[in-house]
């Protein structure tokens, strides 16, 4: 990856993309579009189909046929194993291509987006591709008259939800293991963050995945969200985004034919540094990285950081200071280390957080203001905000932004007690020297993933899902297929 091959490829024009239903791209049923604008310099990027709910009907009809027929279904695993991994490699080889659309459209910085979104999303499929031959079913402990198997089966037509913020690696994580497991998916992206994805429909029809089996339908999530969520024909959903609409799916799930709904609603994690941390110049360095990376824009972003009270000050000081020195700039650029915020209403909701928060009494260290208003884009320099209580509004909402709350705290009780102050689940860090204290912390702390001595970087190998109100359900990982299958017992009388 170099300088002038994404310069080559950042000003590449990019035609109107109708959905993709049924093998192919074409125009939605009303023929309107929807311009997605840059975050990078504000201007408008491209033209996609506003999709509609009759877009949805046809795209669900297309996956209800194709998994009913067995084109993909009933294909033996090593078939589906062959296909997938020809996607794999069709994705690693256009890695830097597919990043750069991505940026272009979400803001991601591309030294993050060429790992997190393509190359990342290469590895998932290849991960999961792997694993189709290598998942058994199970013979139950019977007597000697009975045969009890249980089985494996596809549940059938999937719908997926993805978010703006890493719209390939989260999509992966869900049409990777929904495809391995035999189902066909109808995939809804978001509507300012469609194109990668796009793209990867394209590959996989590319690869071998028949007509109907990956579809993709853009536009609103009012519209297209809701009827897919609203579908008789969808057999479970899964999504990552806000917890408001996570609720309105499950009311719509309610509504219709009580699909299973797997939801990731982000969180508000809490990132604890005792005073014994084996090294406090590395965990300032890696907390910065944990809440300022992506400005802020990660579901498992580190946004509140519990200090303890004997190293507070020096240690605000010193994350301040990483704060300070981030390179913010043209995602597309190398030397940025932090890009766009995605667009023009999340940077006002962040500096609308910043400026409550100080109104409740919380300090700012640093940040908490937009810059390079010149470029026309979406910046927001990263924010430090010393002294926020547990009640302050930037303690329990969760900013999605380069927002970094700072609270102290005493002893293990008073970190646990304000570790789980939130409705959130989802991740958590422990920066300690003491064995003891790390498992307790971990066993303490209500959340899916939690980090020692680091913060990040989990990968494939370990499942990712929230509890309490960020959600059920868990992607990547071999637990992440269990979702995607249902357990059929024949009981065979010999």
Known sequence: MDQSSIDAL???????????????????????????????????????????????????????????????????PAGRKKVLMKLADLIEAQALEIAVLGVRDNGTEINMAYKAE?????????????????????????????????????????????????????????IAPALAAGNSVVLKPAESASLSLLKIAELAAEAGVPDG?????????????????????????????SGATGRRLLEYSARSNLKRCYLELGGKSPNIVFADAPDLAEAAKVSAAGIFRNAGQV?????????????????????????????????????????????????????????????????????????????????????????????????????????????????????IRLANATVYGLAGGVWTSNLGRAHRMVAGIRAGVVHVNTYGGADLTVPLGGVRQSGNGHDKSLHAMEKYFDLKTAWIKL
């Not at 079913?137 to 549940?155: K, S």
């Not at 853009?218 to 959903?237: F, H, W, Y």
């Not at 580190?302 to 010193?318: A, T």
């Not at 009494?361 to 979406?378: K, Q, S």
Request: contains cysteine; proline residues 4%.
């Open 213 to 241: 089996v990956f579809n993709v339908v853009t536009g609103r999530g009012p519209v297209v969200g809701e009827a897919l969520a609203l579908s008789m024909d969808v057999d479970i959903l899964v999504f990552t985004g």
């Open 10 to 76: 950042r000003t590449q024009a990019i035609a109107p993309r109708g959905h993709f239903i049924n093998g192919r791209f074409q125009d939605g049923e009303t023929g309107a579009q929807h311009q997605v604008h840059s975050p990078i310099n504000g201007q408008p990027l491209a033209l996609i189909a506003e999709g509609s709910a009759a877009d949805v009907d046809a795209a669900v009809r297309a996956a209800r046929a194709s998994f009913e027929d067995g084109r993909w279904s009933r294909l033996a």
């Open 299 to 415: 579901c498992v972003a580190g946004s509140r950081l519990l200090v303890q009270q004997e190293i507070y000050e020096d240690f605000v000081s010193e994350i301040t200071r990483h704060a300070s020195a981030f390179r913010v700039g043209d995602p597309l650029d190398l030397n940025s280390q932090i890009g766009a915020v995605h667009s023009l209403s999340e940077l006002e909701a962040n500096l609308d957080f910043v400026s409550t928060a100080e109104a409740e009494g919380a300090e700012r260290r640093t940040g908490g203001a937009r810059i390079l208003t010149e470029t026309g884009g979406y910046y927001m320099a990263p924010t430090v905000m010393a002294g926020v209580k547990e009640t302050d509004t930037l303690f329990q909402n969760e900013v999605f932004g380069p927002v970094l709350a700072v609270t102290p705290f005493t002893d293990e009780e008073d970190a």
């Open 118 to 174: 393509a190359l990342s999303a290469a590895a998932t499929f290849r991960y999961y591709a792997e694993a189709i031959d290598k998942l058994y079913g199970q013979i139950a402990p019977t007597g000697d008259d009975i045969l009890g198997l249980i089985h494996h089966a596809p549940v059938g037509v999937v719908g997926a939800i993805v978010p703006w913020n890493f719209p390939l690696m989260i999509g992966s994580w869900k």
